[in-house]
């Protein structure tokens, strides 16, 4: 079973967490002495009997992050002796597939993802609408990107391709060479230069409890430091000890539709997202389709109706409003398209601070693709009285007949709303200081926060601070929020980062330049499926 | 596709110079009404030289969307505006050193550089300039 790592306060699941639970002192364990210095000597871990390996570049990770950049190391024809990626994980896609499928998008639905954000592709060529015209022999995906998104939505890949497609590339770079399974517990500066990389193995797989990766060069794709829950969810699941019926979309709750298929019911949803959407289109086809007798009841905090921006302005610039209805804000992905290339990358790229944040805060805010489908199920649920909106926050929950009993409060009052399930989209992130590691690396590493208090990166991804001699520190991800570059929680976000860590490390002379030559020659080799 | 204006602009001439010139050398000669190159080439700048200004205009119009984005089907209707705006000029005599260039012979011209660049420029160009697409549309 999946096992909570109780540090972090996620509701993410580390696979086998168990196995790396201490039960008593081993040899070759991190010592007092280790963990208050910040950087550490050769001798310092010889002294702990901790086993030195030595590797030029680490990944810490092991999630699409690692990988998309393990990829374009390889493409710039790094050895996979030269790389080790350090992971729980056995594959890549996993912790995001656990997160897709629980938050309602199966293999078999798509994603909210661009045709060419490809993790198993650095060109982004051939995109996903094309590779599934090509297999399906249908040209209906080309035609969807060729008129979206002002005739139709954005076509978006199906999970299930992306992570076979990404399972193809891992085989192609021999991805499974290059990793190591483990916790890793802190990365520290060596004296002399470069990092210490401290990984515990599974229970039995090496002699000494600990392994110290000492590299030139450190690579951070941690993922999200955690998920949070509201207060008031975690204060009447804690209090009541009630986990069944109030869940997290982040957290497996498949028994709740399993409850409504058999039970009429009223679930109450809560958010205003993309989880949101994907949790009340799991119920609507439920009751549509399969015959459930769900009344769902909405509760959004921030109602939008009208033209909007992240900022929550009353009148949005006119150059900076997107569309809203019904209580949602529309947005094909998870920014404005162009801050993955385009105008919205460059401006940010410039700025700093102050400035920095508040364009992050007008583009970002809650919000959700517009799809006809999730339009049409939802106009025919508010005709027909089983999908109702409610605008205000829940002053509190109690348990009450089997029930729950929220007291919502709203503009015009406190409302009394009983509901046999809740479920909370709202999807709030944790603190970066509250993953052990990165709290370790703010603490002894050199690394700071950005405006938005995230790590703060350099334009290459280095990590501002934590230079140590030759070696360097980088960092991608949701972990960077922040930076000179928006959009890092995402496929394509990953590719940029990774990108510009290949051409810096390419410039220190840890692989080769990709030009247009190698670029050509390594897509030709991608094309026919070459392993390399 | 996600360009910023300089980014346009540097497209722009590149792929009407690289890929405009080449397929210009080659069809050319079988054109309808038989053109020659003086006259093919001309016409060739002078969709290079009104482009620069549609991109300026096209920037504009792109601040008025959210996504600061250019949808791949307006890339394809821009063929529209921006020929009959050469035709006019090709028309009016505006171009100084062109003769009479039959309607055909503009037609398929302009139609094959337009929807060779628009295919080249949504995909394949992506193999050869890795930075191309993240840092929009710059070559240098």
Known sequence: MAVNDPSTGTVFPTPGAQDYLPSQAVAGDLTDELLATDWWTDELVAAAGIP?????????????????????????????SQIRILSALDHPWETYEYLTRVSQIPRTERLRSDSASRPDNIWGFPSYALSEAWRSKNPATLWQVFVEPTFADFYTPKAGF?????????QRIRYHEMLAKGLVRVVRRRAGGGYFTVLTPPEGATATKRLAYRSQFVHLAVGYPGLRFLPDLQAYRTEHNDYQRVVNAYESHEHVYERLMTTPSTVLVRGGGIVASRVLQRLMDDRLLHGAQTTIVHLFRTFVDGPNDGAGSPK?????????????????????KSVWGGQLKAEVRKLEGAERAAKYKVMGGTNTPYRRYWQKQMKQGRQEGWYQLAIGTVDSMTPHQ???????????????????????CTGLEADIAEHRLLKDLLEHGGAGRNPIGRLDVERTFELRGTGSGSGALYASGATTLGGYFPGVDTFLGLQVAAQEIQADLAKRGFGKRIGTVRSTSQWLKWFSGKQI | MLPTLNGRIQTRIFMLVVFGGLITLVITPVLPHDPDYRTTYLVLLTVLVLGVAWELVYHGLMQWRWEKDWPTLFGLLNAINEGILVWVVLELGLVPGIGDVPFSTFLVMFLLIWVFIWIWTNGPMRIFHLRWRFFGGRLV
Do not use: C
Request: net charge negative.
């Open chain 1, 52 to 80: 030195v390996v030595d590797v030029p570049f680490v990944s810490v990770g092991g999630g699409i992050g690692s990988f998309v950049t393990t990829d374009y190391l390889r493409i710039g024809g790094v050895d996979t």
């Open chain 1, 162 to 170: 992306v992570f076979e497609q990404i399972e193809r590339e891992a």
């Open chain 1, 402 to 424: 089997g029930r729950i009993l929220n007291q919502v409060k709203t503009d015009q009052g406190v409302y009394p709303l009983e509901a046999d399930f809740v479920i909370d």
């Open chain 1, 316 to 336: 949005p610039h006119r150059f900076m409003k997107r569309a809203g209805s019904d209580g949602w804000a529309y947005q094909g992905f998870n920014y404005p």
